[in-house]
């Protein structure tokens, strides 16, 4: 049966108000036990960390004893994860998978003798049986893997949403491809942010963020005339950039998760572009704000999508308008060299950040001024570029 290590910090009132700070915190979810632990240990020195990982401490004669046995205060639980819940956690996830791949092989091997209800009614019961499974699981904030179980189940569950609907539009309402695409996209994002309401991890943002881009894509070709590929990607552009502003203003948490998916996002949409020689602007220019972005911010998250899109761009842009000159490779060069230092140089900021402890209280919005009007500006310029780029 595995040990559950049970500290307890106190001092003044300022300590004891943290304490309970934090275990509210954990108890709702925001921060994992292990996050708490870490904090307290910042806050009130290494004894908290000292005691959590040797179990629970135990008063011995001496002077040592004074400083080992627990005061009054608010405890922080910090459980070992039993094998069991792995072995539960595990079962769970292939259950799961098992679920939708079973739906799937039944609509394709009776496809023609299940007509169209029957297809509808498979697909509509495994979703069904995900979404519940997801709320059976008992989540608790001492135990996360019981909340990536949810997580992996109800993301299963927006897949399923997806195919129902997808089935509903295609074989019921004989709707176009591109508009197929947007009806499905659009219902399942529905359903995604139901479910990410009711449990705030970064899957369930993940799968908002697919359903929104998927359903600007499309529902830019359906409906706005776009032939090509051009007003589809800026208005997926857009909305990573939207989303990373988010999460820079503190409208969306956590803060990593914005800055990965936004920047993913961004990334892509500017890629998709990219057959245009303003789009390949846009690429570059894009991959370059990510790093600036991540540097400024001190942004590890965004340093690394930066890099990466840089790595997706460059080299087409390279092999499109500097096919045989060697000064554009030199240039990148310096340009690598460059960015190395800056993430060398962010992550020496980070450390010092961190040591200092104040990312160990509630941290502030990089960009305090970064409000909802300023956001929905952003959005409506890009909105009406997306509609005159399409019509022309």
């Known amino acids: 049966m595995a040990a559950t290590a049970m500290v307890t910090t106190a001092g003044p009132t300022g300590a004891v108000s943290l304490d309970a700070h934090v275990r509210r915190w954990v108890e709702r979810g925001l921060i994992t036990p292990e996050q708490g632990r870490r904090i307290l240990a910042e806050e009130h020195g290494e004894t908290a960390a000292a005691a959590v990982a040797t179990g629970p401490t135990v008063s011995e004669p001496g002077p040592a004893a004074a400083v080992a046995t627990p005061a009054p205060g608010l405890p922080v639980t910090v459980p070992t994860t039993?094998?069991?819940?792995?072995?539960?956690?595990?079962?769970?996830?292939?259950?799961?998978?098992?679920?939708l791949i079973a739906a799937m092989v039944i609509g394709g091997l009776y496809f023609d003798d299940l007509g169209r209800v029957g297809r509808l009614?498979?697909?509509?019961?495994?979703?069904?049986?995900?979404?519940?499974?997801?709320?059976?699981?008992?989540?608790?904030a001492?135990?996360?893997?019981?909340?990536?179980l949810r997580s992996v189940l109800w993301v299963l569950a927006v897949m399923g949403t997806g195919l129902f609907t997808g089935l509903l539009a295609d074989q019921t309402f004989h709707l176009a491809g591109e508009e197929v695409a947007f009806v499905t996209s659009a219902a399942t994002t529905l359903g995604a942010a139901e479910l990410w309401r009711r449990h705030r991890w970064l899957p369930q943002q993940a799968a908002v963020l697919v359903g929104l881009a998927v359903a600007l894509g499309s529902g830019t070709a359906a409906f706005l005339g776009d032939g090509g590929s051009d007003a589809s990607g800026l208005a997926i552009w857009g909305l990573g950039g939207v989303w990373l502003m988010l999460g820079w203003g503190r409208h969306l948490r956590p803060r990593y998760g914005t800055d990965l998916l936004g920047g993913i996002t961004l990334s892509v949409g500017s890629e998709i572009t990219m057959e245009h020689d303003w789009g390949s602007v846009l690429a570059v220019a894009s991959a370059v704000l990510l790093v600036l972005a991540g540097v400024r911010l001190r942004s590890l998250v965004l340093l690394?999508?930066?890099?990466?899109?840089?790595?997706?761009v460059v080299p087409g842009v390279m092999q499109r308008y500097f096919p045989d000159t060697v000064a554009a490779p030199l240039a990148l060069l310096a340009v690598g060299i460059v960015l190395v230092l800056a993430a060398r140089a962010t992550t020496k900021g980070w450390g010092r950040h961190r040591g200092t402890g104040v990312v160990a209280r509630r941290e502030p919005a990089p960009l305090p001024g970064l409000g909802v009007p300023t956001i929905a500006g952003f959005a409506v310029v890009v909105a009406v570029a997306v509609a005159l780029l399409a019509v022309t």
């Open 121 to 140: 009614a498979v697909t509509l019961t495994a979703t069904t049986a995900l979404v519940v499974a997801g709320f059976l699981v008992p989540v608790a």
């Open 82 to 99: 039993p094998s069991g819940s792995l072995v539960t956690e595990a079962l769970g996830y292939v259950g799961g998978i098992l679920i």
């Open 304 to 312: 690394a999508v930066g890099s990466l899109a840089t790595l997706g």
């Open 142 to 148: 001492d135990r996360p893997a019981t909340g990536r």
